[in-house]
Nanobody
C-alpha cells in the first residue's frame, strides 16, 4: 500500500495551491481519507478529512473557508485545494487513509493506517 503526495511548492501569501495524493495497492473507496500537516518544531495537526464515502469533508477551524478537500474514488486519489494561503500554513502536508475509523476519530492521526511521505508547502513572499 502506497500513498504518494505531490503538488507542494512555494507560493506567496494570498495565493493558491492544489496538492494531491494518489493511492495504490488497495481500493480506498470506502476508507476515510485525511490530510494532516506538520510545521517545524510543532506536532502533526489535522487539516481535513472525509469520513468513508460520506463525501462531506470536515475541516480544522484554522483552514475552514480557505481549503477544500475532495476525492476521486475511481482514481484512488484525493485532493486539497488551498486558497488564501497564509505564512502559518507553511508545513509538510501528509495524506492518510484508514478503513477502521469512526466519525469521531477522523481528526486523530493515530487512527489512520496508511500514510504518504508528505509534500512541502511554503507560503512566503
Amino acid at each position: 500500500v502506497q500513498l504518494q503526495a505531490s503538488g507542494g511548492g512555494l507560493v506567496q501569501p494570498g495565493g493558491s495551491l492544489r496538492i494531491s495524493c494518489a493511492a495504490s495497492g488497495r481500493t480506498f473507496g470506502r476508507d476515510s481519507m485525511g490530510w494532516f500537516r506538520q510545521a517545524p518544531g510543532k506536532e502533526r495537526e489535522f487539516v481535513a478529512a472525509i469520513f468513508r464515502n460520506s463525501g462531506t469533508p470536515k475541516y480544522a477551524d484554522s483552514v475552514k473557508g480557505r481549503f477544500t478537500m475532495s476525492r476521486d474514488n475511481g482514481k484512488n486519489t484525493m485532493f486539497l485545494q488551498m486558497d488564501s494561503l497564509k505564512p502559518e500554513d507553511t508545513a509538510v502536508y501528509y495524506c492518510a487513509t484508514g478503513g477502521r475509523l469512526i466519525l469521531s476519530s477522523i481528526g486523530n492521526a493515530a487512527a489512520y493506517d496508511y500514510w504518504g511521505h508528505g509534500t512541502q508547502v511554503t507560503v512566503s513572499s
